[in-house]
């Protein structure tokens, strides 16, 4: 039941998009079109799950029993690149078409801040390793919600008179408060 | 998704083009300066050539995206669901190891997702791959043809 709301709670009530306000730099680049924003969202939720895995495992396992925590920032930013560079590779070696067309979306995981977000607030809420892999699973499928959602509003402003001065991020920003408000409307979901 | 390029060589069914830029998803990309779409380096990328375009033409080619699609739904989706399988498996078989249950899950996790990444890798490497290719699907100026008849 605790991982139930492990996971309901990452992926809807403290969404990382629209609670934390984290990975703001792929939602509005990689939101224009459905299907970038999903391919988009399934990499950053398999990225986020390994990264939480081997994040605990490096903590517990190596930094608190030595005494190492204040090393976590950059160990977890080694994690973050090192498994992003795997993935990369893995992908290019099973399928270099798959790789070819993926290949801006993978570099701009290494750079979102939600997943080194995530290590970090699975740390600091001293989550074991099933409710750090059920938080990772739950938090990548709220980004990928939200990123798919906000993909689908914008291809329907393709065709919405916008005023100019709020073409592009302007407008982009206006809805992703609004559905933020939307969010909030999940708070009331677990006690 | 859409884009153009110009066909460098040919091979067999396929082709290689260059793209100055993936205009449809780089073009207004913060991202560009810290990535290889960027104006400067042109990519070179393989695609299917079904209209047999010649070296120099230039050409539009299309990304199959729902293939694509699924592709990246078996590759990311059958390796989570391997790693949530292999946490499982570790936690319930943990009586049996020396290890705290937190230990045999993580290393159950670790076992089935290498054991996926292997199977997905043999499963790729049997399908043809040339079906996620994009697809050259007009050619634009036929410059290689008349590269070919002012030569001869």
């Known amino acids: 039941m605790e991982l139930a709301a492990i996971f309901i709670s990452a992926m809807l009530i403290n969404n990382f998009v629209f609670y934390y306000f984290l990975g703001i730099c792929p939602f509005l680049g990689v939101s224009k079109k459905i299907d970038s924003a ?30 190492l925590d204040y090393l976590q920032i950059v160990s977890f930013i080694l994690v973050i690149a090192s498994l992003v560079q795997l993935v990369e590779m893995f992908i290019r070696k099973i399928s270099p ?3 070819q067309a993926m290949g801006i979306y993978l570099p701009l995981i290494t750079t979102n801040c939600a997943i080194m977000g995530l290590a970090i607030i699975a740390a600091r809420k001293e989550y074991g390793l099933a409710e750090t892999v059920i938080f990772g699973v739950g938090a990548g499928l709220g980004f990928t919600l939200a990123i798919v959602l906000m ?41 | 998704m859409k884009d153009k390029g110009w066909v460098v060589s040919t091979k067999n069914d396929l082709a290689q083009i260059e793209v100055a830029c993936l205009t449809d998803s780089c073009q207004k990309c ?16 393989t695609v299917k050539n079904p209209l047999n375009a010649d070296s120099g033409d230039e050409v ?4 199959p995206d729902t293939k ?18 292999g946490m499982g498996v570790g936690y319930v078989l943990s009586p049996l190891f020396p290890l705290s249950s937190q230990e045999t899950s993580f290393f159950g996790l670790l076992f089935f997702l290498i054991l996926a990444g292997i199977i997905l890798w043999r499963h790729f ?7 996620l290719y994009p697809v050259i699907i007009d050619i634009i100026k036929n410059e290689g043809s008349y590269n070919k008849k002012g030569g001869q």
């Open chain 2, 60 to 63: 539009e080619i299309e990304i």
């Open chain 1, 151 to 191: 993909a689908g509003i914008r291809e329907q402003l393709e065709l919405a008179d916008v005023p100019e001065a709020l073409k592009g991020p302007g407008i982009a920003l206006i809805i992703a408060g609004i559905m933020a408000l939307a969010f909030m409307g999940f708070s009331g979901m677990i006690k």
């Open chain 2, 125 to 131: 490497q049997k399908k043809n791959k040339a079906h």
């Open chain 2, 68 to 85: 694509y699609n699924m592709a990246l739904i078996l590759l990311f989706g059958s390796l989570l669901a391997a790693s949530l399988l």
């Open chain 2, 30 to 45: 913060a991202a560009r300066n810290i990535c290889a779409g960027n104006n400067q380096s042109k990519g070179l990328l």
């Open chain 1, 97 to 99: 078409p798959l790789y």
């Open chain 1, 38 to 67: 999903f391919s988009m969202g399934l990499a950053v939720t398999f990225v986020m799950t390994l990264t939480a895995v081997v994040s605990w495992a490096i903590n517990y396992w190596i930094l608190i029993p030595y005494g």
